[in-house]
Structure formats: C-alpha cells, structure tokens
C-alpha cells in the first residue's frame, strides 16, 4: 500500500476527533498511531515503545563486555530514536542484523578514534 499523504492523514484525524471514535483492530482498540500504522499496510506493535526498547536493551547485553558498555549505550540510543511511530532499528526491517551493525559501529568508531589522534599529533607539529 502506498504511504498515506498529509491530507489524507489530517483527514482521518480529524474525523476520528470530531466524531469521537474509537479505531478497532482485530477486536481491539488502537491508538490513532497505530492505525496509521494498519492503513500504510503493517501491523502495529503490541508492545509499548518502552518495552520495544527494553526488549531491544536485552539483546544487547551479551555484546557488552565485546565492544563495552559505552559503546553499546551510544549504539542503543542511536537505533531506539523514534522516526515515524517505529524506533529506528525497527525501520530497517529485514536488513536488520543487530551482529553485523554492531561490527560495523564498531569500526567506524575506531575510525573516528584514529581519525581524531592523527589530528591532535598533527597540531602538535
């Protein structure tokens, strides 16, 4: 299904607001987010975005003592910002793979680490 455009989305607002009415899927009441979320095509998440992103915590403990807990902490706050009612690693669907983005960060921030001390040496000359 094609993305909804503002109109259409201020429409539906508008009309759910001025009529008071409860959206209903599959038997249950949702948030307007979510229903823009069923009308673009997807299923809304069960879970609240804090549980989303305590979930997404979990995953990242067993990498911990590997990259470090600030790396880690700096790589959870990037990806569990919220763009569009998701959190961001959940936009990147199935390319996700939490493994291979972490070697990755990982990689770039020695880069910018090595970047930076070739800097500061070459002030110093």
């Not at 259409?8 to 987010?33: A, N, P, S, W």
């Not at 493994?99 to 921030?109: P, V």
Request: charged share 40%; hydrophobic share 35%; aromatic share 14%.
């Amino acid at each position: 299904m094609k993305k909804l455009t503002k109109i259409q989305v201020d429409l539906f607002k508008r009309f759910v607001d001025i009529f008071d009415v409860e959206v209903v899927y599959e038997g249950k009441i949702i948030t307007f987010e979510d229903a823009m979320i069923v009308l673009e095509g997807d299923r809304p998440n069960d879970k609240t975005i804090d549980e989303r992103k305590e979930n997404f915590k979990a995953t990242l403990a067993p990498y911990v003592e590997e990259y470090g807990y600030a790396m880690i902490n700096k790589f959870d706050e990037y990806w569990t910002r919220i763009e569009n009612n998701k959190l961001k690693f959940e936009t990147h669907g199935k390319t996700w793979t939490l493994k291979l983005r972490l070697a990755k960060w990982n990689s770039n921030n020695e880069e910018r680490l090595r970047d930076n001390y070739i800097k500061e040496v070459s002030k110093r000359f």
